[in-house]
């Protein structure tokens, strides 16, 4: 709120220094039509509607679950981790002494991990589309790519903490709980 009394006060002295100065330069004569321009306040942002509907405040909370679902990708990512290093799991031990690029493993099991998360949520999404019938709005192919790009996002971010975090599996899950949290 700080920000936009700032910014009315900054247009408001703009203005003020405008007229001052066309005051002074005029010798106290102003035009008409100076006056008339001075006075139009023109509208710089248009508003547009997102759907027919009028605003729901329900589809805020149902927008918090998809993002909380794409969070929860994060279990992924740490499972990934897990199962690539040696120090960390019996299934890492035989992929590390098996002929194939630990990389390419690691790579196509993130991979499918993103799918497969991409998946739940879209899942989640027509089931509260559908079943639950909350109404988004029109725009599902922003939707959908959100939810595709949340998908990557906690995919990467279970990857992130899965590395950083040098301890067990059950630590790498509690620290990630309790940041989507």
């Known amino acids: ?23 002074e330069a005029n ?9 008339q321009l001075m006075m139009e306040k023109k509208a710089y942002v248009k ?4 759907s027919e509907n009028a605003p729901n405040t329900i ?6 679950v998809l993002a909380m679902a794409s969070l929860y990708g994060a279990m992924v990512g740490v499972y990934e981790i897990v199962n690539i290093q ?12 098996a002929p194939v690029s630990k990389l390419k493993t690691f790579l196509s ?3 499918a991990g993103c799918i497969m998360q991409f998946i739940v949520l879209t899942i989640i999404l027509l089931y509260i589309r559908f079943v ?31 590395v950083v ?11 990630v709980i309790g940041f989507t949290m």
């Open 59 to 64: 589809v805020v909370y149902f927008y918090t």
């Open 109 to 111: 099991d993130i991979l």
């Open 132 to 162: 639950l019938n909350i109404d988004f709005g029109e725009r599902y192919g922003y939707i959908a790519f959100t939810s595709f790009v949340g998908s990557i996002t906690g995919v990467s971010f279970g990857t992130f903490l899965g």
């Open 47 to 50: 508003e547009i509607t997102v």
């Open 1 to 23: 709120s700080q920000t936009i009394l700032k910014e009315v006060m900054d247009y408001i002295a703009q203005q003020t220094d405008v007229v001052m100065s066309v005051y």
């Open 165 to 175: 975090i040098k301890k067990g599996e059950s630590i790498k899950v509690g620290v």
């Open 27 to 35: 010798m106290g004569q102003v035009s008409p039509e100076f006056e």
């Open 86 to 97: 040696a120090n960390q799991s019996p299934v890492a031990m035989r992929i590390n002494i």
